[in-house]
């Protein structure tokens, strides 16, 4: 039974009235929808840091997903918050993440600057709002509202809310601040796994971190003397458990000094109750400063990133020149929204794989 102070059936109101689903409630439906939806397949083939599919075990934009979804779901269970809104935002997050990961969004950001800008964070909200189009009466996927808001309020190191119709000033609910939190640690988590995995770090370049300390420590104690590739991927699983338990206990913490009693309380406390301890932030802060040296800035990295940039920059400039290129579901939209935006859209939704198709159709045949 969620707590008084998570987001309740009440408030799940859509844009578009519908009947009621007989056995699914509004905030499974809004899940469902995520799920079916087509920007949520193409996530399957978009970096999420590593190029996707050139190593057999390094996360795509999907996979990291669904371990948002997971870990953010089992710690709304622990706090009693509504479970099913937390893991439909989850599904949701990165739906409006272009080709190559954050290098791709500079670029697009870089490109529309003159007419709107880019941020995938407002992108989520538009393909959510009105790009997808599977239902006769309406576009868009017809969300609720608390869904809507928690994806326009999404918020981490490397995100930052944008949207006008959400500018109140207020927090997100709970639940997207615990989906902002799984985000960060899943994705620090997950890069210090497909890092080591790939030879781009090493153990002792991590010995130095105090979160990898006890993660390490805990692995040693609970499995000995196992071979090394085992304790090392224990390790890598203690870093997320451990990130995950300080949140829940800070979160309680601050949940009850704060006086939350309820989703508004939430929403107009003066900081977000959902957070990391001092000593977790810091922690994190080791971890994430770790990888910006040796992972998100390596030269390899620097270089894909250089090339992607290229690839895109080039494709935006093709299709204002050559219009008619664009697909004409696209070329339909063009005098209601203007060619950059309409360009910029069917990008954004692009794979990686078909991205790069695309260039080599386009300019490099």
């Known amino acids: 039974m969620p707590a008084a102070y998570a987001v309740t059936d009440a408030e ?30 193409r996530l399957d083939y978009k970096t999420q840091v590593f190029v996707p599919h050139e190593h057999d075990h390094f996360r795509t934009r999907l996979t990291h997903t669904i371990e948002v979804a ?17 893991e439909a935002v989850a599904l949701a997050h990165d739906l409006g993440h272009p080709p190559f990961g954050h290098g791709g969004e500079a670029i697009l950001d870089e490109l529309m600057a003159d007419v709107g800008h880019f941020e995938h964070n407002r992108q989520s909200l538009r393909i959510v709002d009105y790009l997808e189009h599977p239902y006769p009466q309406f576009r868009g996927l017809n969300l609720t509202q608390p869904t809507r808001e928690c994806l326009a309020k999404h918020e981490t190191r490397f995100d930052t809310p944008v949207c006008a119709e959400f500018t109140d000033g207020r927090h997100a609910p709970l639940e997207g601040q ?19 995995t790939g030879g781009w770090l090493g153990e002792a370049e991590l010995a130095a971190l105090p979160l990898w300390q006890h993660a390490w420590a805990k692995a040693e104690a609970d ?13 890598t699983k203690n870093v997320i458990a451990l990130l995950v338990a300080d949140c829940v206990e800070t979160t309680r913490r601050r949940i009850e000094a704060f006086g939350i009693d309820s989703g508004q309380t939430a929403r107009g406390a003066d900081a977000k109750a959902v957070s990391l301890s001092e000593d977790g932030q810091a922690w994190l802060d080791g971890l994430v400063n770790l990888l910006f ?8 990295m620097v270089e894909a990133e250089t090339q992607s940039r290229t690839v895109i920059r080039e494709l935006f400039e093709c299709f204002m020149q050559r219009p008619d290129d664009l697909p004409s579901r696209y070329r339909a939209r063009v ?5 950059p935006r309409v ?17 080599a159709r386009l300019i490099t045949h």
Request: aromatic content about 6%; proline content about 4%.
């Open 12 to 41: 799940c109101i859509r844009r578009h009235d519908e009947p009621d689903d007989p056995y699914r409630s509004a905030l499974q439906r809004d899940r469902d929808r995520v799920i079916h939806c087509t920007a949520f397949r």
């Open 335 to 339: 005098d209601d929204q203007g060619l």
């Open 343 to 359: 360009i910029c859209d069917y990008i954004a939704g692009m794979t990686d794989r078909f991205c790069r198709a695309e260039h």
């Open 223 to 235: 499995y000995g003397d196992v071979r090394p590739i085992h304790k090392r991927i224990r390790a």
């Open 70 to 86: 997971q870990i953010a779901r089992d710690a709304a269970r622990a706090l009693d918050l509504n479970e099913d809104l937390v």
């Open 178 to 196: 615990l989906v902002d939190l799984a985000d960060a640690i899943a994705y620090s988590s997950a890069d210090l796994e497909d890092a080591l």
């Open 293 to 300: 040296d040796r992972v998100y800035r390596h030269p390899v």
